[in-house]
C-alpha cells in the first residue's frame, strides 16, 4: 500500500513542498546529524580497515573497539591554536572552509533515502527525502561544484605558495572529472526519462542501472574518486611536492571543516551512485523477496548499507593502491574517460530511439549493448602508450643546446662534434677551478 502510493506521488512529485515548516526542519536537522554521526564512523571505519590491511590494530582505546577516536580527535583540533598566517587574506581566509563544507551538506536535500513513512508519535505521512524537483541531479552537480570554490580561495588567501599550488591543482582535477561524472550521468537520465532523483529510483524498482549501463557506473566510479580527491587521485595533497595541499595554513576547526567536508563529499558521491545506479532505497537481491522490504524505514537501511560499499571501496584503494602521477592523472580523464563517455551516449541514444520507435529485436540491442561495453572497458586499458626518449649511450652525440639550455654532459657521456665549443671551455674551466 505504502509502497504503491511512493510510486504514484513520485510521478507528479506532489508529495514534495507540502510539508508543514517543522517537518522540514526535521528532516534538515536529521540529515545533518547523520551525516555528523557518518562522519565519525567513516574515520573510524578507515583506520581500523587500513590497520587490518596493514597487520595493524588501530583506534582501540578511546570508547569500545576506539568508536569515540574520531570525536576525541574532533575534541583535539576544536582545542588546537587557531593559527591565521600574517599574510593571509583574513576574511576569505575564513570563509573558505565554510564554503567548502556548506555545498557538501546541500547535496542531500534531493536524494531519496526511503519511501512515504508515516512520523512516529503523529498521523504525518511524509517522504524521507527533504525536496526533490526535475532537475534534482543538476542540482547536485551545480552545489558539487561550489565547493570547488572553497578550495580555491582557501588555497589563495593561505599566502603560502604551496597553499596556491595545492588550490590550483585541486580545483583543475575536480573540475576535469566533473565533466566525465556529469557525461556518465546522461545514459541514466535517457533511461529514466527523467532528472529526478526520486523518479530515477522508482524507474529501478525492476533492475538496477548499474547492470545495463556497465560503462556509465564504471566512468562515475572512477570520476567520483577523483572528484574526493581521494588515494589514488590525492594528487592535491601529494607531500613530495606540495606539502600538505590546499589547507597547509590551516588549523584548528578550520582545518576541521575542510576534513568534514572531504568525508561528506565521500558520502555524497556514494549516495548519488547508489540512487543513480543501484537502486536507491530498494532492498537488493534476495531480501526484495519479502513483501515489506521496501515499506516503512526498512529502505532507509538498505540504502545506507549501499553507501557504506562504496566508503568500504574508498578505503580499500587507499589501503592498496600508490599515488599516480599527476600528468597522467589528467591525461586519463580528457584522453580516456571523456571521450569513451561521449561514445558510449551516443550509442546508448542510438539504442534508446532504435527502443522506443519498435524497430529492432530487443535481443540483439542487448548484445550490442554487451558489445559497446566491452569495447569501452578496453580502451581504459588499451590505447597508445606514452614513448620514452631511449637513453643515450656514452658513445652518442651530446648536444648541450638540443633542449635549448647550455648543459653540461652527464658522467659517461661526450660532447662530440655537435656541441657548441663554449660548453666545453666552461665546463673544462669549472673542472680545473673545482680542482
Not at 575534541?75 to 567548502?100: G, N, S
Request: net charge negative; charged share 15%.
Amino acid at each position: 500500500m505504502i509502497a504503491a502510493t511512493a510510486v504514484r506521488t513520485a510521478d507528479d512529485l506532489s508529495s514534495f513542498g507540502t510539508d508543514p515548516v517543522w517537518v522540514v526542519i526535521l528532516k534538515a536537522v536529521l540529515i545533518f546529524v547523520v551525516l555528523v554521526l557518518l562522519t565519525l564512523f567513516n574515520i573510524w571505519w578507515e583506520r581500523r580497515v587500513v590497520a587490518r590491511m596493514q597487520h595493524r590494530i588501530g583506534p582501540n582505546v578511546n570508547g569500545p573497539f576506539g568508536l569515540l577516536q574520531s570525536l576525541a580527535d574532533g575534541v583535539k583540533l576544536a582545542l588546537k591554536e587557531d593559527i591565521t598566517p600574517k599574510a593571509a587574506d583574513k576574511v576569505v581566509f575564513v570563509l573558505a572552509p565554510v564554503i567548502a563544507v556548506i555545498p557538501a551538506f546541500m547535496a542531500w536535500s534531493v536524494i531519496p533515502l526511503g519511501p512515504e513513512v508515516k512520523i512516529p508519535f503523529t498521523d504525518t505521512v511524509t517522504p524521507l527525502q527533504l525536496t526533490d524537483m526535475p532537475v534534482a541531479v543538476l542540482f547536485i552537480l551545480a552545489v558539487s561544484s561550489v565547493g570547488i570554490y572553497g578550495i580555491v580561495l582557501g588555497g589563495w588567501s593561505s599566502g603560502s605558495t604551496y597553499s596556491l599550488l595545492g588550490g590550483l591543482r585541486s580545483s583543475a582535477q575536480m573540475i576535469s572529472y566533473e565533466v566525465a561524472m556529469g557525461l556518465s550521468l546522461v545514459a541514466v537520465f535517457l533511461y529514466a526519462g527523467s532528472m529526478s532523483t526520486s523518479q530515477i529510483v522508482e524507474a529501478q524498482d525492476k533492475v538496477w542501472y548499474a547492470f545495463i549501463l556497465v560503462p556509465s557506473f564504471v566512468i562515475y566510479v572512477i570520476a567520483m574518486v577523483g572528484e574526493t580527491n581521494r588515494a589514488p587521485f590525492d594528487l592535491p595533497e601529494a607531500e613530495g611536492e606540495l606539502v600538505g595541499g590546499f589547507h597547509t595554513e590551516y588549523s584548528s576547526l578550520k582545518f576541521a571543516l575542510f576534513f568534514l567536508a572531504e568525508y561528506v563529499n565521500m558520502a555524497t558521491v556514494s549516495a548519488l551512485a547508489t540512487t543513480l545506479f543501484l537502486g536507491g532505497w530498494h532492498a537488493p537481491w534476495p531480501i526484495s523477496i519479502w513483501d515489506g522490504a521496501n515499506e516503512g524505514y526498512w529502505p532507509f537501511l538498505w540504502f545506507m548499507g549501499k553507501v557504506l560499499c562504496f566508503i568500504f571501496v574508498f578505503i580499500w584503494l587507499r589501503g592498496s593502491l600508490p599515488r599516480l602521477r599527476y600528468d597522467q592523472f589528467m591525461a586519463f580523464g580528457w584522453k580516456r574517460l571523456i571521450p569513451v563517455a561521449l561514445a558510449w551516449i551516443i550509442a546508448v541514444a542510438t539504442v534508446r530511439a532504435i527502443t522506443l520507435d519498435g524497430g529492432v529485436d530487443r535481443r540483439y540491442l542487448l548484445f550490442g549493448i554487451g558489445v559497446i561495453a566491452v569495447l569501452m572497458l578496453a580502451m581504459f586499458f588499451f590505447g597508445s602508450e606514452e614513448t620514452e626518449d631511449e637513453t643515450p649511450t656514452a658513445d652518442a652525440e651530446f648536444d648541450a643546446f638540443a633542449g635549448g639550455y647550455p648543459v653540461p654532459p652527464m658522467p659517461g657521456q661526450s660532447l662530440g662534434n655537435g656541441a657548441h665549443p663554449t660548453v666545453r671551455t666552461t665546463t673544462t674551466t669549472a673542472h680545473r677551478q673545482e680542482t
